[in-house]
């Protein structure tokens, strides 16, 4: 299975709206709904942000939110503030019954 | 609230294998699955394997043959076998609760495949 496809950088000013896509295949990504993202500060594990493509665990802010269409889901920041700094990653449950990630994507607030 | 902690040694040496125990804390291993994830030094997370309460498995293709994932809920503990180890493996390793999102992560254990 091929890692998920994310771009390495990102980049916002606080105010702004960034949106990180996560692209796989119909084997991955277009095959069910359990999409999820993580962001994780450096030295950190990693946290769950959004979990079956567009729902946020209590405690999540609502500027964070997740969609798909087809085989690319994406996560949007709103609101951009200097503590969204950080590696966000992307998950995918696959048609073989694994689990694939995204290669990670920076975000730097300007 | 859960709190899953990683342990095991944190320096393996080439073709022999790592082994490292998740324990669970602050709720039941019942009715979840449990995972380990890994991540190299400045690279992005790898999933290794799933297990069932109950002790089903699933893992990545890619390190299937070398990966054993075991379970023993009594002890509230799971546990990890990767073998033979390459320099490769060198990672930081993450035991999480889920199978196909993670709530609950561990701080994570730093292991180092070196001679």
């Known amino acids: 299975q091929s890692a998920l496809t994310q771009p390495p950088s990102v980049s916002g000013s606080p105010g702004q709206s960034v949106t990180i896509s996560c692209t796989g295949t119909?084997?991955?990504?277009?095959?069910?709904?359990?999409v999820s993202w993580y962001q994780q500060p450096p030295g950190t594990a990693p946290k769950l942000m959004i979990y079956?493509?567009?729902n946020r665990p209590s405690g999540v802010p609502d500027r964070f939110s997740g969609s798909k269409s087809g085989n690319t889901a994406s996560l949007t920041i709103s609101g951009l503030q200097a503590e969204d700094e950080s590696d966000y990653y992307c998950t995918s449950y696959t048609s073989s019954d694994t689990l694939v990630f995204g290669g990670g994507t920076k975000l730097t607030v300007l | 609230q859960v709190q899953l902690q990683e342990s095991g040694p944190g320096l393996v040496k080439p073709s022999e294998t790592l082994s490292l125990t998740c324990t669970v804390s602050g709720g039941s291993m019942n009715s979840y699955y449990w995972s380990w994830i890994r991540q190299p030094p400045g690279k992005g997370l790898e999933w290794i394997g799933y297990?069932?309460?109950?002790?089903?498995?699933k893992s990545n293709p890619s390190l299937r043959s070398r990966v054993t994932i075991s379970v023993d809920t009594s002890k509230s503990q799971f546990s990890l076998r990767l073998s033979p180890v390459t320099t490769a493996d060198t990672a930081m390793y993450f035991c999480?609760?889920?199978?196909?999102?993670?709530?609950?992560w561990g701080q994570g254990t730093l292991v180092t495949v070196s001679s």
């Open positions: 999480a609760r889920g199978m196909s999102y993670h709530r609950f």
């Open positions: 297990i069932s309460s109950g002790g089903s498995t």
């Open positions: 079956e493509v567009s």
């Open positions: 119909s084997s991955d990504v277009g095959s069910n709904n359990r």
